[in-house]
């Protein structure tokens, strides 16, 4: 049996900190043995990465540079927070403009025009990165609506850089100092308000800037606050760069970027450049630049739900994450749906037996159907988007579909003169939209709806049993129809990894294929929900490794 060659490397670091995105090996003594073309794995052109290229050349083999993707993780990556984005590249690296990269060739030669779908795809990741502010790092707050007090005034905007950083020494930016940018600047814009950003890095006290505070002239503005990126490009009109990856935010934002190294996004036509690259030898509009970087160079992976991603699921899961964290308490899930729901709110289920914290939102006589309408009595797709705002959580857990099959469906058909099938594909349908729109926010759990309780000659004075009893299908009919309305979604919940369907079904039917007995509510036999205490134990054993 043939064995295939293994993606291997010398830093132990690199296969922790990419495990979520490849499988890589550590070149120990074995592989040293063997000496296979085995592809070697570092990181950029540090010292793994140098390594990985000069093992590949001494074994004729090959080697993949890595480095952080363009939209990187929550907080900054000197901290440890989780990645969403990865780069390959096995010519280069997209910062290295002293050779070619697997970047600048996609950028020199894709063809952007036949597809049509990418761009679509990058013009809606640019107006989302625009809309939330998403940046690399994604911890920073956003600038105050106040801070400028220059009304009226052109601002411009210099970037620094972190001291020894890669992309100056392999994007040739240590040909100019930060200095000379600050004077040419403030030369070139006689009239303007000029500020200098000084890198997060620096701010935390990580690393060192590549300009002194005594070089900084006086009248130079200097950001010295860690602030999201976007927020604050929103305030200029022109940006000086050596090779800063805010150069190309300040390119999504419409903004003139001087660039005086060759970062990844110069000399395609875009950029004022102060230095030149034979190699690259096209001209590129932005939304082609961004599709080319962001979207092919790039692999994702959504470290919050543990999956593989593209870039909109990333962005979305961003803007959930910075909602998520102006809330301190976090559940360990939200329950949500008709008053079916209220289960979560028993002690004995969600403390003792799951030993979760769960927060409950019931909204009655919320439906499956009703799902749809936003302006619909109960304003239950309203209340419940709210509350998926509202909250800190983990996963949702919900249910809804009781009220449609027990009650709205046969109602409706009856009134309507619509085929009761017809009326429970729309609640399916509807049901089934409002869950991929719950999936966006969190993995969602949906357990199937409650079998109908009320018996056909059950005789009961109370609101609710007084309004079904208009209902002339019997418990048997009823019961089929929550049947086929649970099996309806279980089926449609297959194709995705986030929408995890319980069924209840076969724990909660008698020889009769009627809810078993022991799901009724002892004390009360006109009760349309379940018993309490036995719907509870039911959950916490089918919910036990679930939640």
Known sequence: MKRMNQNITTSKRLIRNTKNFLTIKYYSLFYKIQNKQNSFYGWGKKESGLKAISLAKKQNSSFVLLEDGFIRSMDLGIKGSPSFSLVEDKKGIYYDATSESDLENILNSYDFNADEALIQKAEEAIDLIKKHHISKYNNAANISDDFFKDEGKKRILIIAQTAGDASLEYGVGNKFTTKQMIDEAMNENLNASIYLKIHPDVLVGKKESDIKREEIPKECIVLDEDVNSISLLKNFSKVYTKTSGMGMEALILGLEVVCYGLPYYAGWGLTLDK???????????????????????????????????????????????????????????????????????????????????????????????????????????????????????????????????????????????????????????????????????????????????????????????????TVKASQKERTQLTLAFNQAIKERCKAHEDLQFIDLDSSSLNKESLVSSWLLDPKNRCNHHYCRKSYGLLLAWKLRNVI
């Not at 690259?277 to 630049?289: F, G, H, N, Q, V």
């Not at 239950?380 to 857990?397: D, M």
């Open 275 to 469: 230095q030149s690259c034979a190699r690259r030898t096209r001209e590129l509009s932005m939304e082609e630049l961004f599709a080319g970087a962001y979207i092919l160079y790039t692999r994702y992976y959504n470290p919050y739900r543990k999956r593989p991603s593209d870039i909109i699921d990333v962005i979305n899961e961003i803007v959930l994450q910075k909602k998520k964290a102006k809330h301190e308490k976090i559940y360990d899930a939200l329950a949500l749906g008709d008053s079916h729901i209220r289960v979560f709110e028993y002690g004995l289920l969600s403390k003792i037996a799951l030993g979760k914290d769960i927060k409950t939102l019931y909204i009655a006589g919320a439906t499956a159907r009703g799902i749809k309408n936003l302006n619909s009595q109960t304003q239950s797709q309203n209340r419940f988007l709210v509350a998926l705002e509202e909250y800190n959580y983990n996963k949702i857990i919900i249910t809804l579909g009781e009220v449609d099959t027990a009650y709205i469906i046969w109602e409706r058909a009856e009134k309507t003169g619509v085929l009761v099938e017809k009326m429970l594909n729309e609640s399916v349908e509807n049901y089934y939209n409002f869950l991929l729109k719950l999936q966006s926010y969190a993995p969602v759990i949906i357990l199937s709806a409650p079998l109908p309780t009320l018996k056909d000659e059950q005789e009961c004075n109370d609101t609710v049993h007084a309004i079904r009893r």
